[in-house]
């Protein structure tokens, strides 16, 4: 039942359309990684790691790492292998292959620390794979604390040493703004019982994002409205 349900939250497949809100982003999101994820090898960290959604993506990596913030919640919560400060990294230098970042660099206050805790751990050669929001509500709040235009992200990632291989925005054009109203829909639903709750995904929310599917298809790449930034860097051998 719990793979079940993380199938239908995080790879969004078609049949997710009526029951899943955050369709539209949740499935740009895994075909992005997807197309990265078999350049990494060796030993994989996965920085905010949460469930690991994305684990069975990397079958491929010799070990994969995830690593939370240490607090009592994600203690309990959170299916992390290494705990941390907020500070340094307990790991070695050049210590793994691959970095996995998804989805979590808006809600670092200090992110030229973190960063340089990322080329740190990283080794030579080795690969991070990183999707941030350009367009989406606050969330987690208190701990929301930036946007990254596809401009600021690069230079930022370049800043830090990091090689940019690939970019590319995730739902853009008017996709983006089937999505963010879907999001509202269901923020409003959620109070709601879950009967009420699935029907008004099914009815009103299902459609929303299938017309943003289909925008979002037709959007051009280099689009200036769109959810997420995909980017691959390398650190420089």
């Known amino acids: 039942m719990k793979r079940w ?12 359309l009526p029951i899943n809100p955050a369709f539209l ?20 960290l996965d920085l905010g790691c949460g469930s690991k ?4 993506l990397f079958p491929q990596v010799n070990e994969y790492l995830g690593l939370e913030l240490d607090t009592p919640e994600n203690r309990q919560t959170k299916q992390a292998d290494l705990y941390y400060d907020g500070g340094r990294f307990p790991l070695a230098d050049t210590s793994v292959d691959a970095v996995l970042c998804n989805q ?8 030229e620390a973190f960063l340089a805790e990322m080329m740190r751990v990283l080794r030579p050669g080795g690969i991070l794979i990183l999707t941030v929001p ?12 930036l ?8 230079d930022r990632l370049e800043q830090t040493g990091l090689t940019v291989e690939r970019q590319c925005k995730l739902t853009p054009g008017a996709g983006a703004l089937c999505a963010l109203a879907a999001d509202r829909l269901n923020t409003a639903l959620r109070p709601a019982p879950l009967p009420l709750r699935l029907l008004g995904r099914a009815g009103l929310i299902a459609p929303l994002s299938l017309l943003g599917w289909l925008l979002a298809a037709m959007a051009p790449a280099d689009a200036e409205l769109y959810l997420d930034n995909f980017v691959i860097c390398r650190k420089p051998a």
């Open 53 to 56: 959604p994305y684990r069975e």
């Open 25 to 44: 982003p949740r499935r740009a999101l895994w075909r992005a990684m997807n197309e990265a994820a078999p350049q990494a090898r060796g030993r994989l």
């Open 104 to 111: 979590v660099l808006e809600h670092v206050f200090w992110p």
């Open 5 to 16: 349900l993380a199938t239908a939250q995080f790879r969004a497949p078609w049949w997710a």
């Open 134 to 145: 350009f367009l989406w509500p606050e969330h987690e709040q208190p701990h929301d604390c």
């Open 147 to 154: 946007r990254y235009t596809s401009f600021g992200l690069r």
